[in-house]
């Protein structure tokens, strides 16, 4: 069974930067494109970022496209999210999920960015 464990979440200033990561199990990592998603308190999940399977090429959503970095390490069957240059409006739990509509996604991690 796929499962995926997100962590690296907490509460920034805004401006300030975090680095989300995804473990994952259960399916061959290295051949799976890998996306993550995010949804704020009473809003609906919102596509970030993708890692497209072979050749590593990255997607972003308008909203973090310059500020967000996608990555992973298929070593460590492990993605990450480097998130820069935070905003108020970024707050919302993360998930990485095996497509972008959320499938598959784990617990998730809170970022929360408030002065």
């Known amino acids: 069974d796929v499962q995926l464990v997100e962590a690296g979440g907490g509460l920034v200033q805004p401006g300030g930067s975090l680095r989300l990561s995804c473990a994952a199990s259960?399916?061959?990592?290295?051949?799976?494109?890998m996306s993550w998603v995010r949804q704020a308190p009473g809003k609906a999940l919102e596509w970030v970022s993708t890692?497209?399977?072979?050749?590593?090429?990255?997607l972003y959503s308008d909203s973090v496209k310059g500020r967000f970095t996608i990555s992973r390490d298929n070593a460590k069957s492990t993605l990450y999210l480097q998130l820069n240059s935070l905003k108020a409006e970024d707050t919302a739990m993360y998930y990485c999920?095996?497509?972008?509509?959320?499938?598959?996604r784990g617990q998730g991690t809170q970022v929360t960015v408030s002065s």
């Open positions: 890692i497209l399977s072979p050749f590593g090429m990255t």
């Open positions: 259960g399916f061959t990592f290295s051949r799976s494109s």
């Open positions: 999920a095996i497509d972008r509509s959320g499938t598959g």
